[in-house]
């Protein structure tokens, strides 16, 4: 008990390990991943109170709180619901037994430290998530630019200026000329919001 509330008062506890991946299976973060949904685990931070996880999907985090407590509140940041923004790295100083991962799920700062002695995994783990960030900021762009172009397009289809033997004649023509917009507006929203980053963890996590 001494122990713990020692490394609790030093900071001590907070001070993470990056796990292989030949140990995810040891993790108790690892039984909260949707395997059977074609979720996969890249990264697992452990520190003695906590438990990071980054899937292709997903951020998770264990939260033990304290050490003192046994008690854990699991929370999962979808991706496509909370991007990943504002990515930075601090580095460790001389006295220093940790560099900072900070990052924004959503508007939620997180901030982990993690042990300075596994920085190179820790360089690769800034570049994936500053390259996850980059593409959510693409998402958004294109899908800000289709949902105007598609706005735009839909109001071509106002027909109160048209006359009534217009719309009369034109019924069916035009039910399937909306129809289609429909159609080409949701294959390219489903296209843009592609919010599986496994492509990128792959290109940068190397085990």
Known sequence: MFRNLASDVLGLS???KIIEEKDFDKTDIDEYVFSEDNEKIFVVIKSKTDEY?????????????????????LKRYLYRHYPISNVRLETAGT????????????????????????????RDIYK?????????????????????????INKMFVLRELTEQVVLNLPDILN???????MH????????????FGTIFQRYIKW
Do not use: P
């Open 14 to 16: 907070d001070l993470g």
């Open 53 to 73: 996880c980054f899937t292709n999907r997903a951020f998770i985090h264990l939260d033990g709180k304290s050490a003192l407590s046994k008690k854990k509140t």
């Open 95 to 122: 006295v220093d037994l940790d560099a900072e991962l900070k990052f924004k799920v959503g508007e939620e700062d997180i901030s982990i430290d993690i042990d300075k002695k596994q920085i190179e995994w820790i």
């Open 128 to 152: 994936t998530l500053f390259m996850i960030s980059e593409k959510c900021k693409d998402i958004q762009k294109h899908m800000a630019t289709l949902d105007h172009t598609h706005t735009s």
């Open 176 to 182: 399937q000329t909306i129809d289609q917009v429909e």
């Open 185 to 196: 507006y949701n294959a390219r929203r489903d296209a843009i919001q592609n919010y599986d």
